[in-house]
């Protein structure tokens, strides 16, 4: 459930009418509801009430806004972090190191020691070696560093390859067959406080049974470690539920989400970590965008939106849906393609769709582009960088300025050679 909805044949975002923001702000821009990211954040949490401890951590890529973390913050949210700039985004926002979690494939020595100095409350580690070196950069500072070992279970999540994480040939965790050896030698170092393992296999999962399976391999696991004489406290269930993006589209909801993990962990005896991303942002935002042109086409009319490609890149990269409606519908109906302005055939949003007829002028949106949306974003084709407004019931702000084509300019350099 979102709160973006018409009235009086008008989209509005909570109490705002979305033209109002066109209005002040311009298009394309990404529009953002408080109250949908906090009632995503309260749903997710009470579906997890019957799985014991839980500590839940916003995977912030999904939508690193300061503004939105501030949000998820004050709902109690800890981070879910990828890099140092991400870390020091959760910090500003006023989420407590102790509460960020560090995942991340390939974290650089120095950003392990920028987050040992913040004193983030846990590293995942991705493999043996990072380990050994987070242990030696906190034994140096007369510390241990928490943390936990990701591991790859080897399941296929059914989703999307590019985001598709946990079988055995992805690049992340470490294999499971080799956890047991890795967490014995590792749990030697006197730098890491070594509390458990970690999992996380993909996202948009539009089913349950891959993550039931994976946690089921985590439970043995955790059986092995703890007969080898290990103390398990910690498991860091990932993130990856999927969100609707069609009309129609039928997925797990957190509830039936919190009634398998509940089961999967009854006897783990642990505090769980989580990672939700996507099921929190995703239904939160919506790209508005003006209709710069309808295009006559050999087969189709072409709707050229000023959104591109470059403010909404799931399309190109994932051939993501993305749902498109008129800000003020007339009724009429149109078959179309949705495209943006980059020079690019895969900067196109949809291919003989069923749309809200529009003309040249009208304003849409793009749904459910509150997650992998604006932090994707790029410059391409030297466009602006799409702006992001937040409402807040009657009120909204520009939480991310447009950043535009001169201000990135001004930052190249000719070299002295090349001046004339
Ligand atoms: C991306 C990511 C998440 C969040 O995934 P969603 O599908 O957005 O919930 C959680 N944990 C890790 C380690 C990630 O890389």
């Known amino acids: 459930m979102d709160h973006f909805a018409y009235r009086d044949g008008v989209m509005h975002a909570e109490d705002v009418a ?9 298009t394309p821009v990404y529009v953002y509801s408080t109250a949908t990211f906090r009632r995503h954040a309260q749903v997710f949490r009470e579906a997890l009430k019957g799985a014991g401890r839980v500590h839940l951590a916003y ?36 989420i407590p190191a102790s509460d960020i979690v560090f995942s991340g494939v390939g974290k650089t020595r120095r950003e392990l020691a920028q987050a040992l100095d913040a004193g983030i409350g846990q590293f995942n580690l991705e493999l043996e070696e990072e380990g050994e070196v987070l242990a030696a950069l906190a034994h140096a500072r007369g510390e241990r560093a928490p943390a936990v ?29 080799q956890a047991v050896a890795m967490f014995d030698r590792l749990s030697k170092q006197d730098g890491l406080d070594l509390r458990g393992v970690a999992i996380h296999i993909g996202s948009q999962l539009a089913d349950l049974a891959p993550l039931e399976a994976a946690y089921a391999r985590i439970g043995e696991l955790v059986a092995e470690l703890r007969a080898a004489g290990h103390t398990i406290s910690r498991v860091d269930l990932g993130g990856g539920l999927g969100v609707p993006y069609k009309p129609g589209d039928v997925l797990p909801s957190p509830a039936d989400y919190g009634a398998m993990v509940a089961r999967a962990t009854a006897d783990w005896d642990v505090e769980l970590m989580f990672e939700p991303g996507r099921v929190i942002a995703g239904n939160a935002g919506v790209l508005l965008t003006e209709v710069i042109w309808v295009k006559p086409g050999v087969v189709n009319p072409y709707v050229i939106v000023d959104a591109a490609m ?14 498109f409606v008129a800000v003020e519908p007339s009724g009429d109906r149109m078959t179309a393609n949705i495209a943006g302005p980059v020079c690019e055939t895969g900067d196109t949003f949809a291919m003989g769709r069923d749309i809200d007829a529009v003309k040249s002028g009208d304003l849409g949106i793009f749904r459910t582009a509150g997650a992998y949306g604006a932090t994707m974003a790029s410059t391409y084709n030297s466009r602006a960088l799409v702006p992001e407004v937040l409402v807040d019931g009657d009120r909204f702000a520009v939480v991310a300025d447009r950043i535009h084509p001169e201000t990135i300019l001004a930052a190249e350099r000719v070299p002295e050679w090349l001046k004339r």
């Open 18 to 26: 979305l033209p109002a923001i066109a209005e002040a702000v311009g």
């Open 149 to 177: 070992l990701r591991v790859n279970p080897d399941v296929d999540a059914g989703t999307h390859a590019k985001i598709s994480t946990g079988r055995k040939e992805n690049k992340f965790g470490v294999a499971i067959d």
């Open 310 to 323: 470059n403010d909404l890149a799931r399309v190109a990269m994932y051939d993501a849906y993305h749902d």
């Open 59 to 94: 995977a912030i890529k999904a939508n690193p806004n300061v503004a939105v973390l501030r949000v998820l913050a004050d709902e109690g949210y800890g981070a879910d972090v990828v890099s140092a700039g991400e870390m020091q985004r959760a910090l500003a926002a006023g």
